[in-house]
C-alpha cells in the first residue's frame, strides 16, 4: 500500500502562484507513476496531469498546460504541482494519485485550492 498525504493549499488571487506536495509512504515510490487531479465545486473530479515513473515524461490537461508544472522526488517520496498563472476556474479540491499499472489505484485526501479575482 501507498499512503499519499498532500499540503500547501490555500487562498490566492488570481495571478498568483501556489505549489502543492504529495508526500507518499509504504510501497516502493518509485515503482508507481503519479498523478493530479482536481474536483472543482459541483462538477466531476477531472485529470490535472501526470508524471512517469523516472520523472522523464509529464502530461497535462489542456486547460492547465504552461502554467501547471508536475515533478517529482524519489529521494524524498514526494511529488510536487506548481501551479502558476492561477485563475478563479482553477479553484478546487486537488489530489494527487498513484498506480502501478494502467490505472490509479491510490489516492490522497485532498487541498484545497482557493483562486479569488
Known amino acids: 500500500q501507498v499512503q499519499l498525504v498532500e499540503s500547501g493549499g490555500g487562498l490566492v488571487q488570481a495571478g498568483g502562484s501556489l505549489r502543492l506536495s504529495c508526500a507518499a509512504s509504504g510501497r516502493t515510490f518509485t515503482n508507481y507513476h503519479l498523478g493530479w487531479f482536481r474536483q472543482p465545486p459541483g462538477k466531476e473530479r477531472e485529470l490535472v496531469g501526470g508524471i512517469t515513473w523516472s520523472g522523464g515524461s509529464t502530461y497535462y490537461a489542456d486547460s492547465v498546460k504552461g502554467r501547471f508544472t508536475i515533478s517529482r522526488d524519489n529521494a524524498k517520496n514526494t511529488v510536487y504541482l506548481q501551479m502558476n498563472s492561477l485563475k478563479p476556474e482553477d479553484t478546487a479540491v486537488y489530489y494527487c494519485?498513484?498506480?502501478?499499472?494502467?490505472?490509479?489505484?491510490?489516492w490522497g485526501q485532498g487541498a484545497q485550492v482557493t483562486v479569488s479575482s
Open positions: 494519485a498513484a498506480g502501478a499499472g494502467g490505472a490509479y489505484t491510490h
